[in-house]
C-alpha cells in the first residue's frame, strides 16, 4: 500500500511551478476559463475539479489523473485533519 502524504501541497502550487511565467489571463483565455477562476487555483483559494483537469492535461500534455488526484490527495489530507464524530459500524 503507498504511503500517503500528510500535507500535501494544494495543486495550484504545483501549476503555478507548471505555469512559470506565463500570464494567466493568457492561460485562462487558451483553456475557456475566466481568469478570476485560474487565479483562484493558482492562489489556493479554489479546488481543481474533474474537468478543470482535463482542461489542464490538454494544454500542458500532463494525464488527468496527475491533477485530479493531487486534488484527491489534499482533500482527504484536509479532511482527516478535522476532529470527526465517532462514528460507529452500521448493523445491518
Known amino acids: 500500500m503507498p504511503t500517503e502524504m500528510y500535507n500535501p501541497a494544494h495543486p495550484g502550487r504545483v501549476l503555478r511551478e507548471y505555469l512559470k511565467d506565463m500570464n494567466v489571463t493568457h492561460v ?3 483553456i475557456g476559463v475566466s481568469r478570476v477562476m485560474l487565479s483562484k ?3 489556493s483559494r479554489a479546488g481543481i475539479t474533474a474537468e478543470m483537469s482535463l482542461r489542464l492535461s490538454a494544454a500542458l500534455g500532463t ?9 484527491t490527495n489534499y482533500e482527504f489530507a484536509k479532511a482527516r485533519r478535522k476532529k470527526l464524530p465517532k462514528i460507529g459500524r452500521l448493523a445491518a
Do not use: G, T
Not at 494525464?63 to 486534488?71: G, I, K, L, T, V
Open 28 to 30: 485562462a483565455k487558451h
Open 41 to 43: 487555483i493558482l492562489n
Open 63 to 71: 494525464n488527468p489523473s496527475f491533477w485530479w488526484d493531487m486534488q
